[in-house]
């Protein structure tokens, strides 16, 4: 079975420009979650998305959004870059029955330079 | 407010040896904890998870270890081999929502000599 899978793998962008970032999680996992990881800050919890709808969120800003499609798949969305959103961005995916508290999967990671 | 903590940022194991990985947490509601490596530039990857109603889960040569009163958790591996050296972090979570939101710890470097 294919892991998560995140893209683009690397990415360079400008202080004032926005950034999508793509997670297709495990096939038949139906939760996705984001995390941002920073020297200073660690890993941090961004947001959750279930079928099609954020259930948890972090203590981010608004320029922090994501979204989830019918096929579970997942972006997220910074609008605005400041050079502190430069970090490794990690999606993870579970099955998520709701009955019982389930392992989250991680993806490879989407680092993110703000110059 | 660092609800999940380690306090060692490293920890150095001769090969063969045991290691033990620290964990504490402060918000009681967690109940549902999970130890993760992780290989710089790469996502975690998924070792060992203990359910609150537990006290003990081993996995091969990984063990973890939940004391509820004391609010602490430890990981054991046994014997560390040198493939073992990674960060470690381990993560807690409470059902919130019916959902999932991992908080975790700082990590902890663990390097396992030859």
């Known amino acids: 079975k294919a892991g998560v899978t995140q893209t683009p793998r690397y990415l360079i962008k400008t202080r004032g420009q926005q950034v999508t970032l793509s997670c297709s999680p495990i096939?038949?996992?139906?939760?996705v979650s984001w995390y941002q990881q920073t020297p200073g800050q660690g890993l941090q919890f961004l947001f959750e998305y279930f079928s099609e709808t954020q259930r948890n969120k972090g203590n981010f800003p608004g320029r922090f959004s994501g979204r989830q499609f019918s096929n579970s798949r997942s972006e997220m969305n910074v609008s605005t870059l400041e050079l502190g959103d430069s970090a490794l961005y990690l999606c993870a995916s579970s099955f998520l029955t709701g009955m019982i508290q389930e392992t989250q999967y991680f993806g490879p990671g989407t680092r993110l330079l703000v110059l | 407010d660092q609800q999940v903590k380690q306090n060692s940022p490293s920890l150095s194991v001769q090969e063969g040896r045991i290691s033990i990985l620290n964990c504490d947490y402060t918000n009681s509601m967690f109940d549902y904890f999970l130890w993760y490596k992780k290989y710089p530039a790469e996502g975690p990857t998924f070792l060992i998870s203990?359910?609150?109603?537990?006290d003990k889960n081993e996995d091969g040569r990984f063990t973890v270890f939940l004391n509820k009163s004391a609010k602490h958790l430890s990981l054991h591996i046994v014997p560390s081999q040198p493939g073992d050296s990674a960060v470690y972090f381990c993560?807690?979570?409470?059902?919130?929502?019916?959902?999932?939101?991992?908080?975790f710890g700082g990590g902890t470097r663990l390097m396992v000599k030859p």
């Open positions: 993560a807690a979570s409470a059902r919130k929502n019916a959902g999932n939101m991992l908080t």
């Open positions: 096939s038949g996992h139906r939760s």
């Open positions: 203990i359910s609150s109603i537990k």
